[in-house]
T-cell receptor, first 112, second 114 residues
Framework: DTAVSQTPKYLVTQMGNDKSIKCEQN?????MYWYKQDSKKFLKIMFS???????INETVPNRFSPKSPDKAHLNLHINSLELGDSAVYFC???????????FGQGTRLTVV | QKEVEQDPGPLSVPEGAIVSLNCTYS??????FMWYRQYSRKGPELLMY????GNKEDGRFTAQVDKSSKYISLFIRDSQPSDSATYLC??????????????FGTGTLLAVQP
C-alpha cells in the first residue's frame, strides 16, 4: 500500500507539448510538495501546499501550474515543455511544515 | 553559495568500514535536520530525523548535529554493499506557520565495495 504515489513513472514528450503529473498520498498529511531533481541529483523545491493552499512557489516559471483538488492530491501541469524541463519530478508529503517528508517514486520526464 | 553544502563524492569504502558523511549550512533558521538515502531510480527515503544538537542512534546509523558550528554528520558503522546509494542531508527552517522550507544538500554518492 504505497504512501505517496505519483503517475506516470516515465514521461517522454516533444518540446512544446503540455503534460500533467498526478500525485496522491494516503498518509493523512496536510502538506504536499513538488521537487525537481536534476542530472546531478540536486533536489530543489518547487512548490509546497498546506491543506490545498499554495504556500511556497520557488520562482518556478509560470508554465508550471500545481493544483490541489483536496489535501490528499497534488497535481503538476506543465505547459509548452522545454528541453531544460527534463528531470525527475518528485512529489512528497509531510504531517506539517516542521516534520520529515515522505517521497513518491518520481516521474522521469524527458523532453525531446 | 548554496544554503546547504555537501561533498558530492563519490566516496568508495571497503565493506565493514565506518563511513562519515557531512553537511554544513549557513542559515541559522534551520532547526530540524534529516538524512535521506536514495537508491538509483528511486525516491529518497528517510533515515534519520533530529531537531536538537547532539547524537541520535538507530542501528548502524548515528546522526550528529552541531548547531553552533552549523555542521551535521551521518555515521554508518559496519558498512554493507547494500548501503551503496546517494545520501542527502536535509534541513527545515523555523520561520513559523506553514512557510518552512525543506532544503536538501547536493547528496553524496557512496559505494561500499564487497
Amino acid at each position: 500500500d504505497t504512501a505517496v504515489s505519483q503517475t506516470p513513472k516515465y514521461l517522454v514528450t516533444q518540446m512544446g507539448n503540455d503534460k500533467s503529473i498526478k500525485c496522491e498520498q494516503n498518509l493523512g498529511h496536510d502538506t504536499m510538495y513538488w521537487y525537481k531533481q536534476d542530472s546531478k541529483k540536486f533536489l530543489k523545491i518547487m512548490f509546497s501546499y498546506n491543506n490545498k493552499e499554495l504556500i511556497i512557489n520557488e520562482t518556478v516559471p509560470n508554465r508550471f501550474s500545481p493544483k490541489s483538488p483536496d489535501k490528499a492530491h497534488l497535481n503538476l501541469h506543465i505547459n509548452s515543455l522545454e528541453l531544460g524541463d527534463s528531470a525527475v519530478y518528485f512529489c512528497a508529503s509531510s504531517f506539517d511544515s516542521y516534520t520529515e517528508a515522505f517521497f513518491g517514486q518520481g516521474t522521469r520526464l524527458t523532453v525531446v | 553559495q548554496k544554503e546547504v553544502e555537501q561533498d558530492p563524492g563519490p566516496l568508495s569504502v571497503p565493506e565493514g568500514a565506518i563511513v562519515s558523511l557531512n553537511c554544513t549550512y549557513s542559515n541559522s533558521a534551520f532547526q530540524y535536520f534529516m538524512w535521506y538515502r536514495q537508491y538509483s531510480r528511486k525516491g529518497p527515503e528517510l533515515l534519520m530525523y533530529t531537531y536538537s544538537s547532539g547524537n541520535k542512534e538507530d542501528g548502524r546509523f548515528t546522526a550528529q548535529v552541531d548547531k553552533s558550528s552549523k555542521y551535521i554528520s551521518l555515521f554508518i558503522r559496519d558498512s554493507q554493499p547494500s548501503d551503496s546509494a546517494t545520501y542527502l542531508c536535509a534541513m527545515i527552517t523555523n520561520y513559523g506557520g506553514a512557510t518552512n522550507k525543506l532544503i536538501f544538500g547536493t547528496g553524496t554518492l557512496l559505494a561500499v565495495q564487497p
